[in-house]
């Protein structure tokens, strides 16, 4: 070691300043391995240029991109009882949630928000994967029921993003009764006459699957999506059998009649419209 690279260099850039680069500038596609900057990431909406790719999204990117001009008013969602079965595992119950809130700024796994799509009122409950994995339990069946009630009382249509893992074991049989609740919820809504949309996204799986998530009257789903209630290895294991190439990714689903359609997340928004105006003309009409 010489004297400029001990002590030279070292004082020429403590007065020049060293300016360090964000390591978020770059994303690697893990469908295709590509490097995407981030700018042109966030405007093709998390979906890679190279291969078509839909990456995760976020429930505040739901809400951005699917009101207009990314308008739109988040509501208040009732506050469960926190760790009512005294969970524990490797770590608290309560620790977890700490964390998860903590990296989100959320309260739980769903957001609830209204405004307009197309011109016309909305109300869309998103859900977020990055909590928790999306799991559904008491909080996220308390924010349902509000979404329903909001859509009742707006006379609007609900629209809901699913992710999720499925059931939050956390709170065992507390998590399980959300999936009556939820589809109560659902049954609320077309009660008033009012459309339910589902937009399937990755993943889609367990109670949320087998309850709300599958009631929609119209059943939308992102690209190569993940959908499903039980695993792939577990029904293998169960029938014994090598299941179908693309087994319970959306475009299967599509083919076998269980989805209405798969959209790119690009023409998503456009979509949504299109299918609230349709399902909503005849309320206009009357009044």
């Known amino acids: 070691m010489s004297w400029l690279t001990t002590f030279v260099r070292p004082k020429i850039r403590t007065l020049l300043g060293r300016k360090e680069v964000p390591d978020n500038l770059w994303h690697q596609c893990p469908q295709c391995q590509q490097m995407i900057f981030h700018r042109e990431l966030e405007a093709g909406k998390k979906v890679c240029p ?11 990117d739901r809400l951005d991109w699917t009101f207009d001009d990314g308008v739109y ?8 009882v926190l760790d009512p079965l ?8 309560t620790d977890r949630l700490k964390t998860a809130r ?15 799509i197309g011109g016309l009122r909305a109300v869309v409950a998103a859900m977020s994967f990055e909590f928790m994995g999306g799991s ?14 909001l859509a009742v009382l707006q006379a609007a249509p609900l629209v809901v993003y699913t992710a999720s893992g499925g059931a939050r074991m956390q709170e065992g049989a507390v998590s399980l009764m959300q999936m009556p609740r939820t589809t109560i919820a659902v049954q609320m809504v077309k009660e008033a006459g009012l459309p339910f949309i589902v937009v399937l996204t990755d993943p ?3 109670g949320v699957t087998a309850s709300f998530a599958m009631l929609g009257d119209v059943q939308i ?3 190569n999506a993940l959908i499903c209630f039980a695993g792939a ?11 179908p190439e693309g087994f319970q990714r959306a475009e299967y689903l599509l083919s076998h009649g269980i989805i209405d359609m798969v959209v790119k997340r690009g023409e998503l928004t456009a979509t949504l419209a299109r299918v609230i105006d349709l399902l909503t003309a005849h309320k206009r009409m009357a009044a």
């Open 50 to 60: 190279h291969c078509g790719h839909h990456m995760r999204a976020t429930a505040t």
């Open 73 to 80: 008013t988040r509501i208040d969602l009732p506050k469960p």
């Open 86 to 93: 005294k969970f524990r595992d490797d770590k608290k119950y």
């Open 102 to 116: 903590e990296t989100t700024r959320q309260e739980d796994a769903l957001l609830v928000a209204h405004g307009t």
């Open 136 to 149: 559904m339990g008491a909080g996220v069946g308390d924010g349902l029921v509000a979404a329903a009630r």
């Open 204 to 206: 889609t799986t367990g």
């Open 221 to 223: 789903a992102e690209p």
């Open 233 to 243: 290895r577990v029904i293998e294991q169960t029938v014994r059998e090598k299941l």
